[in-house]
């Protein structure tokens, strides 16, 4: 893949990690791990749209990324 795009990628750091083994696969989970966060920003973005109205599953979604969230600043600390 990255060869037939060798003169759009031109950072070579860039094209190691997509040359990766398990580039695709990460992509993978982080869509897993970020589409309930898409659905509920989506779903508050509405201007009449209230806390009252992100309903309990997508709460519960929610809960994995703000404990990776919590995990991440700490790593960077």
């Known amino acids: ?32 791990v970020l589409d309930p966060l898409k659905k509920a920003v989506l779903s508050l973005e509405s201007r009449r749209a209230t806390l009252k109205d992100l309903e309990p599953s997508q709460a519960r979604a929610l809960s994995p990324q703000k404990r990776f969230a919590t995990f991440f600043i700490e790593a960077l600390k």
Do not use: C
């Not at 580039?23 to 982080?30: A, E, G, I, K, Q």
């Open 1 to 32: 893949m990255v060869s037939d795009h060798d003169k759009v990628l031109t950072n070579d750091k860039i094209k190691l990690i997509i040359q990766s083994r398990n580039f695709f696969s990460n992509l993978r989970v982080l869509g897993f």
